[in-house]
Structures are given as C-alpha cells and as structure tokens.
C-alpha cells in the first residue's frame, strides 16, 4: 500500500491481558515511531527506530511496554498485563530515509484504539 | 517538561469564516509543525517553520513562526466543511522528538 497501515484498528483486552499492535510503514522508510495518543489529547512518543535499531524508547511509560522491528520493517508494539491506563490510540509513523535527522516528514498510519476493561 | 499550550481548545464556525488558532510556550523551539487529525486517522502535516518570523503558506492555510522562537500561529481563510478536524501544533524538542499540543476542535456550522 501506498500508506502506513496498521492492526488491527480496534483491540478490546480484558485488564492483566497481554496485546500487540502491528505497523506496516511505507516501505523504504527507514525511520519508524511510535505514539500514545490518550483521549482528547496530542499525540505522545514512545519509542523510535532506525532501520532494525531501536534508538530511543525513553517515551515507553513502564517496562510493560516492549517494541521490536526485527528486519527493519514491520513493527510491533507490545503490551504486557494491561492496565486501564493503557486505554489510547497507538499510533505509527514513518519517515523518508532521504531527509536526515527527526525533523523529517513523519507520515502516521490511522492508528489502534486499545480499549482496556 | 516542555509542554505547548494550544488555544483555542475548539472553535464552532460559520463556513466562509476566516480561523486563527495559536500555540505557545515557556520554551524555544526551532522547528514549529501544525498537523491534522480526522477522526479514525493520523496526523498529516501541513506546514513546517524552521526559521523565526517565518510565515509559509499551505493553500487557504498560513502559519507563522514566532519571532521569540516560543509561539507559532495558524490561520485558515474561507473555511469548508472539509476542514473540520483537529489542528495540533508540535515542536521539535531539544531531543529531537516531536511533541505535541493538546489541539484545537474546529467545527463548521451549517
């Protein structure tokens, strides 16, 4: 596809149950970030990686949190025994390799809304 | 932290109406960013300023970078019903990363 996509869209997890959330960037890009976006608020990073490497995930609220990009593609955001507050939108973004640093264009995916009961 | 303090939180509008809608903050920043977000979508951007005073164009929209690198400004002439949404003003931080306003609702009375 011509976008970032992600899945799935909807994720409705029971509290203490472990979930995670795919993004497919658009390919080539070799930067990819992840956000929490809670209700009514602006987006929040988590975490970043360049190609397979992940650089910074000083955004990652506790260590119940874990993000991989195995091959420098596909991402998957994991979250382990979750809380209530983990209720949000995760979104995925990703970037042009040609442009250098964080400044960069990042296109979002439409995101997962995780609803935690 | 550094936080970016959007105003105003929503507008309700009549279409045709011009719209202005501001972000600032305690801190200096060198790049200012406005996005938009449509239910069930991410963010798209659609103006980057990466110099102080800077005033770009994007269309019917015009955003400024302020001189005091600590506010930016939106504003969106002649409005359509396609431009309801939520506009977030971010900031590149001094680590680089992206944070964000908490947005402005933007609504076109029919």
């Known amino acids: 596809g011509a976008g970032v996509s992600q899945s799935p869209r909807y994720k409705v997890a029971k509290r203490g149950q472990d979930v995670a959330l795919r993004c497919d960037p658009i390919?080539?890009?070799?930067?990819l970030f992840w956000y929490q976006q809670a209700l009514g608020q602006g987006p929040e990073f988590l975490t970043y990686?360049?190609?397979?490497?992940?650089?910074?995930k000083s955004g990652l609220p506790s260590d119940r949190f874990f993000a991989e990009r195995p091959e420098g593609s596909v991402s998957t955001l994991k979250i382990q025994r979750t809380q209530q507050e983990d209720s949000a939108v995760y979104l995925c973004?990703?970037?042009?390799?040609?442009?250098?640093?964080?400044?960069?264009?990042?296109?979002f995916g439409p995101g997962t809304r995780l609803t935690v009961l | 932290g550094q936080q970016l303090n959007q105003s105003p939180q929503s507008m309700f509008i009549q279409e045709g109406e011009d719209v202005s809608m501001n972000c600032t903050s305690s801190?200096?920043?060198?790049?200012w960013l406005w996005y938009k977000q449509e239910p069930g979508e991410g963010p798209v951007l659609l103006i980057a300023?990466?110099?102080?005073?800077e005033l770009t164009s994007n269309g019917r929209l015009t955003a400024q970078f302020g001189i005091t690198r600590k506010d930016s400004f939106l504003n969106i002439s002649a409005s359509i019903p396609s431009d309801v949404g939520i506009y977030f003003c971010?900031?590149?931080?001094?680590?680089?990363?992206?944070?964000f306003g908490k947005g402005t609702r933007l609504h076109i009375l029919p």
């Open positions: 973004a990703s970037s042009d390799p040609l442009w250098r640093g964080l400044t960069d264009t990042q296109y």
């Open positions: 390919s080539g890009h070799v930067s």
């Open positions: 990686f360049q190609n397979e490497a992940q650089l910074d």
């Open positions: 801190s200096i920043f060198n790049t």
């Open positions: 300023l990466y110099k102080a005073g």
């Open positions: 971010a900031a590149l931080n001094r680590d680089d990363k992206i944070i």
